[in-house]
């Protein structure tokens, strides 16, 4: 069965500190798909990124970087010089290629100061 | 158009009450999903439906019905509920399996 972990519950920083957000996966599948997504206070879910199990390279977005290693299972995401607007909860999710389930982990919630 | 409508935002029922809540989306996306989310909890997948038929149903009370009448429009009926059923519903959407869901804003539901 697919099982996401996210060991961080709360994560507190002060503006412009590096955070790095840690995602533990376990699937039977070959072929899977992980995600992050972020939901701010005002409840939307926000898709981040989207990677196949077949796609280790690592990924740079602006500010966000995500670092995708199947040999630990892992997929973390790590926010450089981090901004209040940033505050909010991160989901890591993961879904196999048969049956359609996109099944979260429990979330980090990412505390900003300024 | 790439956004998922839901309707209504907010809506406050009693036990004995009978809803509907509302999801579109004109992408052609052939899949769509109905989420239940608790605060300060993940989203947790109740139904999936794929070309418009249920291929998924997470075990969830009967006192949810879901229907799809057509490509864009899935409808979650509630009838009897109960406080523990308040919770953030959301509906999102794909194209296939495995691709990045569109999701809505949600409907807050409270069972009084």
């Known amino acids: 069965a697919q099982k996401v972990t996210q060991a961080q519950t709360e994560i507190s920083v002060v503006e412009k500190e590096d955070v790095t957000l840690d995602c533990v996966y376990e699937?039977?599948?070959?072929?899977?798909?992980l995600f992050w997504y972020k939901q701010p206070p005002s409840g939307e879910l926000v898709f981040l990124i989207r990677r196949n199990s077949f796609d280790e390279q690592n990924e740079i977005s602006g500010r966000y970087s995500w670092n995708f290693q199947k040999s630990t299972s892992s997929f973390n995401f790590t926010i450089t010089a981090s901004q209040v607007v940033d505050s909010a909860v991160y989901f890591c999710a993961l879904s196999e290629e048969t049956g359609g389930k996109l099944i979260f982990g429990q979330g980090t919630e990412l505390s900003v100061k300024p | 158009d790439t956004e998922v409508t839901q309707t209504p935002k907010h809506l406050v029922m009693g036990m004995t009450n009978k809803k509907s809540l509302k999801c579109e989306q004109h992408m052609g996306h052939r899949a769509m999903y109905w989420y239940k989310q608790k605060a300060k909890k993940p989203p947790e997948l109740m139904f999936v439906y794929s070309y418009e038929k249920l291929s998924i149903n997470e075990s969830v009370p009967s006192r949810f019905s879901p229907e799809c009448p057509n490509s864009s429009l899935l409808n979650l009926h509630l009838h009897a509920l109960q406080p523990e059923d308040s919770a953030l519903y959301l509906c999102?959407?794909?194209?296939?399996?495995?691709?990045?869901?569109?999701f809505g804003s949600g409907t807050q539901l409270s069972v009084l």
């Open positions: 699937t039977r599948d070959t072929t899977y798909y």
């Open positions: 999102a959407s794909n194209m296939w399996f495995g691709e990045k869901l569109f």
